[in-house]
């Protein structure tokens, strides 16, 4: 059985959730990448050098300077036939264009797994985490998208596969990049940190952010928050942790002034370690954190902050 990846990049590196996918793909023997973006030949590089990865297919082309779903999904189905199995990584944009191809093939998709039973059974979460499914499909060709938390990484260097180059899809055209406003940091991406420290409803405001911004700087951690707080207006949604936000699992999850919400905790509770600071000792974020402490968010952030030098 061959599997193939759709590498999630930049055009110049791969993003880490890619590396969790080629380690999911390799349950179906061999696997293949493709790279679809435009002046990508850094990020195909960077594939055929993945561990496990045997070949790279390369479709270089302006149509895919960024990732539009209904592109994306174009190029996808243009190879698909030679495939027993397509994953993508289950993040903001494996989430966007896998369905359209899944459509398009007539097949189900199976979303966000995190254990590849066998080749035709995967487990994936339901209701928010607090259930696993067992799911067993009989479609000929596996649509997938990969819960990148859930699987190791693949190693990154290692690999020697070849690069083939593709021709790009008929053009859709009905959907264009007209732009994006991105939050710039020179912290480590929220789904790759880690040490992530997060503030929710109870920061209070956007200008309280800065007590978590101060021990983030001295702990060279990710800033996330809740729900909560992104609804109010308090961070960008590209902070947001949670069922509807980021998956994560760092090392180390600091989580402050956060009640602890289904919401919230289906995009965390595999962190390694979790700490929580709420003053209201009835809290469900303690139920699930391995430190808790019952105290004024500004009296131990500012403590801690001061602490850490």
Do not use: W
């Not at 179906?28 to 990448?33: E, K, L, T």
């Not at 297919?57 to 027993?84: I, K, T």
């Not at 994953?87 to 093939?105: I, M």
């Not at 974020?285 to 500004?298: E, K, M, R, S, T």
């Amino acid at each position: 059985m061959t599997a193939l990846v759709i590498v999630e990049h930049d055009n110049a590196s791969v993003k880490d959730a890619t590396l969790a996918t080629v380690t999911a793909a390799k349950a179906f023997g061999d696997v293949h990448a493709l790279v679809a973006g435009s002046g990508c030949g850094a990020a195909a590089e960077a594939a055929a050098k993945i561990d496990g990865v045997s070949k790279v297919l390369v479709a270089d082309d302006a149509a895919y300077a960024h990732p539009l779903a209904e592109e994306l999904a174009a190029v996808v189905l243009s190879v698909a036939d030679g495939y027993d199995a397509i994953l993508a990584p289950a993040t903001t944009t494996g989430k966007n264009f896998l369905p359209r191809v899944a459509a398009a093939l007539d097949v189900a998709q199976i979303s966000d797994i995190i254990e590849v039973v066998s080749t035709d059974t995967f487990k994936r979460p339901i209701y928010a985490g607090n259930a696993i499914a067992t799911v067993q499909s009989s479609d000929a060709k596996k649509v997938i998208t990969v819960r990148g938390t859930a699987f190791d990484k693949a190693a990154a260097e290692g690999g020697s596969a070849a690069v083939e180059s593709i021709a790009a899809a008929p053009a859709v055209g009905v959907s264009s990049y007209v732009g994006a406003e991105l939050s710039k940091s020179d912290r480590p991406e929220l789904t790759s940190a880690k040490i992530i420290i997060s503030g929710g409803r109870g920061m209070g405001s956007g200008e309280n952010f800065a007590i978590i911004d101060a021990v983030a700087d001295k702990l060279g951690a990710a800033v996330g928050a809740s729900r909560a707080a992104v609804d109010a207006g308090f961070v960008p949604n590209d902070y947001q942790v949670g069922q509807t936000g980021k998956i994560v699992a760092p090392e180390l999850y600091i989580a402050v002034g956060i009640s602890g919400a289904i919401q919230h905790l289906a995009g965390m509770k595999d962190s390694k370690i979790i700490v929580a600071i709420n003053k209201d000792e009835e809290a469900p974020i303690f139920q699930v954190a391995d430190y808790g402490l019952v105290a004024d968010l500004f009296d131990a952030v500012p403590a801690l902050e001061k602490a850490l030098g």
